[in-house]
């Protein structure tokens, strides 16, 4: 699984033609000024988790494994099904 951020960044496209010849230019588009220009981001990917480990104390209880599945679930939009909860150590 991949955990990191994807940034996308905005570009510009140029084409020209000319008789039986055609160019094409990709460039980002920038922001900001002098010493200080950045590419400007247009999309920010988040990855997918796809499912959950949770090693605690309290395993033993009911009543923590339900707060556990509960609070995981919610959190990361997952399916209890795709959630793991095992004892510490």
């Not at 905005?10 to 990709?26: G, H, L, Q």
């Not at 460039?27 to 220009?37: A, D, H, I, L, P």
């Not at 990361?76 to 793991?84: H, Q, R, S, V």
Request: hydrophobic letters at 35%; charged letters at 30%.
């Amino acid at each position: 699984m991949n955990t990191d951020e994807r940034y996308i960044y905005a570009t510009e496209n140029r084409i020209s033609v000319s008789d039986d010849r055609r160019e094409e230019e990709k460039s980002y588009v920038m922001t900001g000024n002098g010493g200080e220009r950045k590419a400007l981001v247009e999309t920010v990917e988040i990855p997918n988790i796809s499912g959950a480990v949770i090693a605690c104390d309290g395993y033993d209880s009911a009543v923590v494994q339900e707060r556990i599945y509960k609070a995981v679930s919610a959190a990361l939009n997952l399916e209890t099904g795709k959630i793991y909860v095992t004892k510490l150590g």
